[in-house]
């Protein structure tokens, strides 16, 4: 028996079987009216044959012609991408962290307020949604960074191009995101080009250590929560000294320690998130800054949020155990635990904490001091 669906059904419904919606295009026209109207001919003009063949009730019955007019009935043709499955994925480098977010992208998101950061949470009690608190740690991001309409930005880790877009909307400003994922460049673009900011916007596959811009080539640049991808922070601040201008100001989001960790348990779950999520150590605040120096940027500011950012381990550990079904199809029984166990349990540490630090490129500051 065929059953028939509604067109806006299909992306959530090859989500839930572990399949990427890429696009969908109706087809109707071309493919289904088309073949109606010319079975409707053949039929007319083979009628009486038939209905000596068959009789006329089945002439009568059998009329695609009939079904020409109904709109409501369509072909559609829907593009989907199978994710490569965990055990296809290479174990480590760049590429893991591509595969990484090629397969968990459309999930996290899904988890996180349409983002793949946290959110900044007024208090324990606020009542925004995951949404509108991804958008006020965009704009706490983005306030930093004293933008003008027209500057040159970068967005390194872009992810799915939702912070990107925000910013470029409201800023009026043009912003380039680089990432590992080709699914994150693919989903970027689509979303500037839904929104009216294609020319606005520019999205590519590019590795943070080696970035293929031209000395000089941004007024600002910024990163949430992806400088933690590298092993050593101080490599990535060194490429974005060399494309920042003088007097640029580069703003980063990221997990710090803001003690030393205390016991094996607390250890044991950084560890999981490190090996999890291909990321470099957690530093304390004096070698964060440590990392900036050495890349020839001046610190501007070390701001604490991890009190307005915790409520998003609670929130987004309790998504992703929604999603455990879709999860257990895209990732490894270990990232698993993570996002589904353990990410919850960060709200606990107290060591952990997250911090938005603003450095500047030396050099003529542009009238922005
Ligand atoms: C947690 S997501 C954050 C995405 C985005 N900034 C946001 O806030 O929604 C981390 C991002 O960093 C990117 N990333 C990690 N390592 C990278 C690298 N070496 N070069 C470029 N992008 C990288 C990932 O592909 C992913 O898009």
Known sequence: ??????????????????????????????????????????????????????????????????????????????????????????????????????????VTADAMGGFLHGGYWEGPDDPSTDEEAGIRLTDFVSDRLRLTPGDRVLDVGCGNGKATTHMARRHGVSVTGITLSPHQVRQATDLAAATGLAGSTDFQVHDMLALPFPEASFDAAYAIEAVCHAQNRTDVFAQLARVLRPGGLLTVTDLVLLRPLEG????????????????????????????????????????????????????????????????????????????????????????????VVTARKPGAAGGRD
């Not at 050495?294 to 999603?323: K, Q, W």
Request: hydrophobic content about 40%.
């Open 1 to 106: 028996m065929m059953t028939m669906v509604q067109a806006e059904d299909y992306p959530p419904l090859l989500r839930r079987s572990g399949l990427w919606f890429e696009e969908l295009t109706d087809i109707s026209e071309p493919t289904l009216r088309r073949t109606f109207i010319e079975l409707s001919a053949r039929i007319t003009e083979s009628a009486p044959d038939l209905a000596a063949d068959h009789g006329d009730e089945l002439v009568d019955q059998f009329n695609p012609g009939d079904l020409i007019d109904v709109t409501e009935f369509g072909h559609l043709l829907v593009v989907a991408v199978r994710p490569r499955t965990p055990e296809t994925q290479e174990s480590d480098g760049e590429s893991a962290v591509g595969d990484l977010y090629d397969r968990i992208n459309d």
């Open 264 to 355: 094996d348990d607390h250890r044991a779950l950084i560890d999981a998130t490190i090996k999890n999520f291909h990321q470099g150590p957690m530093l304390l605040r004096g070698e964060y800054e440590a990392c900036v120096r050495a890349a020839g940027l001046e610190v501007v500011e070390f701001l604490d949020i991890s009190e307005f950012l915790r409520p998003s381990f609670r929130v987004t550990g309790r998504n992703f155990a929604r999603f455990r079904e879709t999860l257990e199809e895209l990732v490894n029984e270990s990232e698993l635990h993570f996002m589904v166990e353990d990410l919850a349990r960060f709200s606990d540490i107290s060591e952990l904490g997250y911090a």
